[in-house]
């Protein structure tokens, strides 16, 4: 691992250097640390076997594999296709790899991650090594309160990851990798292709597979070089007024002071895309007036409330602080989500009422635990109460499911789930703060 510093150094101090031999990286000592870097309850691939049976005799297996990409004989096997439902009510392609191939994917994204992270701009958040989705949030609020936004255009890509170009991605990998063997084993990755329902072997002429390890980091930059460096350059107008980006993966919203610049900006981004094989969802895709100033506008027009946008689950409205009439974001849970995971809370609950009441109760806590350290943000208090209630109201359900004769009441199990769920808290603190600590300058 040392030795990718050097890498990273050599990256940092030249963003046009290009790197020839970087292939030797991936040797057993990196195959064994990313073995443990990947998720241990994924599904297994094609060949049925799973994270713990690959683990039995670890050692021997990764000697042979590394031999195989030393001697160029490794080939990956295509992957395991399967379907997961969205929030909108469309299904997710997702592709589900063989341990073998998530383990050089693996390996292959710590090295080139010490390239790309010297590339990748600031505004760039989604699938970074120590940046989430809180850092892209608070990145988006600060923005919009601290810069002259006065219009937000939402951005919305259509089914991106099946649209990327292969021809394209490599041109944009070469810029960086000159390692034929490296760019050779990225090329087979995209093009390895998937098993369809029927178990029929289905090539890959475009796109990158979703739930492969590596997908992100292609992703990344591939919006790179089509978008990000655009944009940048873009906004650096002298004649332009303020105009903020934050993208997480496919997902991005900008923000403008002036409306013909936000126009302006949309019709060339239709081009921009067009030339390499993007298209923008028109259904999810749109341009408000949004900022400090939106709500005088709109009174002063005639107009309703100022239009809502989502981004990353939550749904970014425009309000006034308690105490006067000082502009305040507010964020709140979007409401598809937030319907989303109480429908599979109740789905689960129907589905196990039978075990114990102290295994649902371990279940439920962590289902609660966990959506609140991620939506328990600053005006977010009311919505996070309300999904506490409803699942609480779905656990008693479930239970009175389990008996036609039952004698439980809302006022006799409400105590005991006050009592022993966890409560609905605000854990985030407020945007500015923590984005003035992270990011001081």
Known sequence: MSRLLRVRQIAADNRRTQFTSLFHYLSKELLWSSFYQLNRRSAPGVDGVSWTAYEEGLDARLTQLADKLRHGSYRPRPARRMYIPKADGSQRPLSILCVEDKIVQQAAVTVMEHIYEKDFLGFSYGFRPGRGQHDALDALYVGITKRKVNWVLDLDLRKFFDRVEHDWLIKFLQHRIRDKRLIRLLTQWMKVGHYDEDGKHVNSARGVPQGGVISPLLANIYLHYCLDLWVNQWRKHPSLGDVIIVRYADDAVLGFQRKDEA????????????????????????????????????????????????????????????CGKEFFLLRQTAKSRMRTTLQQVKVW???????SIPEQMSWLTRVLRGHFNYFGVPGNAMRIGRFRSEAGKYWLKALRR????????????????????????????????????????
Request: with cysteine.
């Open 263 to 322: 126009d302006c900006f949309l019709k060339l981004l239709h081009q921009r895309l067009d030339k390499f094989g993007l298209e923008l969802n028109a259904e999810k895709t749109k341009l408000i007036r949004f900022g400090r100033f939106a709500r005088s506008a709109h009174r002063e027009h005639g107009y309703g409330k100022p239009q809502s946008f989502d981004f990353l689950g939550f749904t970014h409205s425009c309000a006034v602080k308690r």
């Open 349 to 355: 609950l129907h589905k196990n009422r039978h075990k």
């Open 402 to 441: 389990r008996s036609q004769r039952y004698n439980l009441i809302w006022a006799k199990f409400g105590r005991f789930f006050n009592m022993s769920m966890p409560k609905a808290t605000v854990l985030h603190p407020y945007p500015n703060q923590r984005f003035g600590v992270k990011y001081s300058r």
